[in-house]
Structure formats: structure tokens, C-alpha cells
């Protein structure tokens, strides 16, 4: 929830102050408050959004969409097409999935090539992530290489009955710089079923080199709060944030032959993800519902070496801290407009205000009742260069020798480049 006030001054359809406390937001047409002292009640939460908000539930919601999903299933679209491999554990709770986690970590450990949804290129460390499921901003994030005696041990340290979820590391990401990046993505939802997607999102960079020799949290978890701590915060971007407009930049800079468009291929993925959440949850959201009711969401994104597009998680009550002059420059604009979608629409116009020079960056792309909806088709490729496509081919034959299975595994992509 919201802990701060805003004062908006001639800055949506009336003049308005705008106090959020916990998830109640009190608005008040400050022109007409003698006159209409009635109080327009706006709550900036939407009764569970932890369907989707927390990392157990995600996966759940995910899981439960895509397997009866037609299009879907049809298309052998899972969620681990969209998330990387997960798995549900409760501390204390030894249970069958828990029992297929351990399974699934040794074969890998065994250098197995087992019913990965996964690249292999992503396998060759088995590096887990241990995370817990209701927090954020990094905390409690455990990364374990290859050491099931380790992550088992720090499991049963954990507080009784805790939920914890089991995350396949993304060994291979793409780099800005040499070091790693996520991309945070502002959403709405309203109570009216929309979403919302804010084109202006930022790109959240590691303050050290990546490499996989070193298991630093600062080299692996680009949580700004998190970054923040670390010695080398601010020493390669201000505040560890840069613009898309800056990725796009490296991207043509250093990948100019593939010809890499973030808007083209990037964000169209995005969206499919964020709607394939609203999708997911829609059946459990504001069971009772009420109006005049909205959630701000921070979505966040990694990119592969091979520029496919992996929904990490969606967080409520997203970092709005300023760490530098672009979000400085970023923020106000955003929050305006989230106010211009949601309360102004409550409120009647004004004729002689001015009018605004940009437009709203806001951008409806779900609405079932306005018949909009962004979400391409499930067979559409997930790899956006098809030259990078990195099958995903289910062997049960365990390789000792690693150079035979990538000279099989390079071999696969030609022939399905090439026949």
C-alpha cells in the first residue's frame, strides 16, 4: 500500500488532493467542497491481487489458466513458457511436489537431460533461486549452485508452514555492458476489468559484472532497493536505472546485425504476458465488485541472450522511490496519468483548463466489455529472432560427455533452421 501524499495542482480535470493512506485514497473536489462536501472515495487496491501478486499464487494462477485454456493447450503452451521451471514448497511440508523438486535438481546435477521446458543452455550450473512468496524488493532471495545439501538446509531453517518457491536461474541473460538488467513495467487494473500499460517503464541494472563464478547478490538480483547497499550502486548509471530508449541504443550499438527493435520485439511479449496474468486472475479478482477501485502493479521482466522476453513477477505497491534525474523526470508524469484514468473519469470537466502537451501514456490493452485485447496468438513464436530460436527437446538419455550434447543440440537447431 501507498504511504505518502500528493498535492496536484491543476493537474487533472479539477484541482484535487489526493491523500493516500494505507489503500484508501480520499478525493475531494477542492473547487467545490462548500457545495458538495460529499467525499468521492477512490481505493487503490483491488480485493486479491495477490492471485497474481505473490509468487506461489502466480505460478498457481498460471498454471491453472494455461492447462485449461483451449488455444493453449493446443498450441502445448505451458507456464513455463512464460515463467522460468518453478516449484511450490512449504517448509516443514515434505510433499509431492517438493519430492519432484529434489528429483528434477539431481538429474540436473547428474547432467541429465530430463522433460525441461527450459533451454539447456539455462541447465548447465543448476542454479536455483530460493524466493519467498509474499515478499519483494529482493528480500529473502537465495541463490544455490549445484548444492542440494545447502538449499535443502536453508529450506528447513525457514519459520514453520513458510511458502517458498523454487526458481530455474536464467544462466544465460542478456547483458547491458556486461552486467545484468531487468525491465520494470508499470500497470492499472481497474475494477471496470482494464488494464493499463504504461510505455515509459525503465530498465534496472546490476552494479557488478555478471558471471556465474561468483554468487554475489549484487551480481544476480537488479532489485533497486536491494542494488542500493551495494558499494558500487551509481558507479556505472545513476541510480542503476536507464530509459528503453537507452537499451535500444546498446541494442543497436551492439547487436546491429539482428536488428533488435525493443517496441517490436520485446514489448508485444510483454503484453502477452501482463494480459495472460489478468486472464489468470480475472475469476478471483474484486469478488465483491466494487467501484471505484484500481491497483498500480510493477511487472518485471528478464531478456535471454537469444532476446526472449521471461515474466519474473508482478509486485503491488511498486518502488516509486526517485534514484535519479530520469526518474526524477519519469515519475510525476506517470502518476498523473494514473490519476487522469482512474479518478478524473469521476469527476466533470473542466472548459477552461489547460489543455495538456502530452498525451497519456497509459495504453488500455485489456478490456473484454470494450472488446480490446492485445494478446497474440499462443503459437506465436516466443523467440523473436527466429535464428535464435533454442528448441526445447525432451531427451532421457543422460550425457556424461557435455561436448557431445552440444554438438547434438547445435546440430537439432540447423537442421530446424534448415529443413
Not at 505518502?4 to 478525493?27: D, H, P, R, W
Not at 467545490?32 to 498457481?60: A, D, W, Y
Not at 547491458?176 to 530498465?203: C, H, N, Q, S
Request: proline share 5%; charged share 20%.
Amino acid at each position: 500500500f501507498f504511504f505518502f501524499f500528493f498535492f496536484f495542482k491543476q493537474k487533472t480535470a479539477y484541482e484535487i488532493s489526493a491523500c493516500l493512506v494505507g489503500s484508501e485514497m480520499c478525493i475531494r473536489d477542492r473547487t467545490n467542497i462548500r457545495r458538495e462536501p460529499k467525499c468521492h472515495l477512490f481505493i487503490n487496491h483491488i480485493e486479491n491481487i495477490e492471485v497474481i501478486t505473490t509468487k506461489n499464487e502466480l505460478v498457481k494462477a498460471l498454471r491453472l489458466f494455461y492447462g485449461n485454456e483451449p488455444d493453449a493447450v493446443i498450441a502445448n503452451y505451458t507456464a513455463y513458457e512464460s515463467i522460468p521451471t518453478t516449484f511450490l514448497i512449504q517448509t516443514c511440508s515434505k510433499t509431492s511436489e517438493y519430492a519432484s523438486f529434489v528429483k528434477h535438481f539431481k538429474e540436473l546435477a547428474k547432467g541429465s537431460v530430463v522433460d525441461e521446458r527450459m533451454p539447456r543452455k539455462h541447465c548447465s550450473e543448476n542454479i536455483w533461486l530460493i524466493k519467498p512468496a509474499s515478499l519483494n524488493q529482493g528480500r529473502g532471495i537465495e541463490l544455490f549452485k549445484n548444492n542440494l545439501h545447502a538449499l535443502q538446509h536453508y529450506i528447513d531453517g525457514q519459520s514453520k508452514l513458510t511458502h517458498l518457491v523454487a526458481q530455474k536461474y536464467i544462466e544465460r541473460p542478456l547483458l547491458y555492458k556486461g552486467r545484468k538488467f531487468d525491465i520494470r513495467v508499470w500497470t492499472v487494473l481497474t475494477w471496470k476489468e482494464e488494464m493499463f500499460y504504461y510505455k515509459a517503464g525503465y530498465v534496472r541494472t546490476s552494479s557488478e559484472v555478471y558471471t556465474l563464478e561468483n554468487e554475489f547478490s549484487y551480481v544476480h538480483l537488479t532489485n533497486n532497493c536491494l542494488q542500493q547497499q551495494g558499494s558500487n550502486y551509481g558507479a556505472y548509471e545513476d541510480g542503476n536505472t536507464i530509459s528503453f530508449g537507452a537499451l535500444q541504443s546498446y541494442l543497436n550499438e551492439m547487436h546491429s546485425e539482428l536488428g533488435v527493435d525493443f517496441s517490436f520485439h520485446i514489448v508485444p511479449r510483454m503484453k502477452d504476458l501482463m494480459i495472460d496474468c489478468v486472464l489468470a486472475s480475472r475469476n478471483y479478482l474484486n469478488p465483491h465488485k466494487r467501484r471505484n477501485c484500481f491497483e498500480l502493479l510493477g511487472f518485471d521482466f528478464m531478456i535471454d541472450e537469444d532476446f526472449r522476453t521471461w515474466l519474473i513477477e508482478v509486485n503491488t505497491n511498486p518502488y516509486l522511490g526517485i534514484p535519479n534525474k530520469f526518474i526524477e523526470g519519469l515519475m510525476p508524469k506517470m502518476l498523473n496519468d494514473l490519476l487522469e484514468i482512474t479518478v478524473d473519469k469521476s469527476f466533470r470537466p473542466i472548459n477552461d483548463m489547460p489543455k495538456r502537451e502530452l498525451r497519456n501514456q497509459f495504453e488500455l490493452i485489456y478490456s473484454e466489455k470494450q472488446g480490446i485485447n492485445q494478446r497474440r496468438p499462443f503459437d506465436t513464436p516466443i523467440y523473436p529472432i527466429p535464428s535464435l530460436h533454442t528448441p526445447t527437446v525432451p531427451f532421457s538419455v543422460t550425457y556424461r560427455n557435455h561436448s557431445i550434447y552440444h554438438f547434438l543440440l547445435q546440430l537439432s537447431q540447423y537442421l530446424l533452421l534448415n529443413c
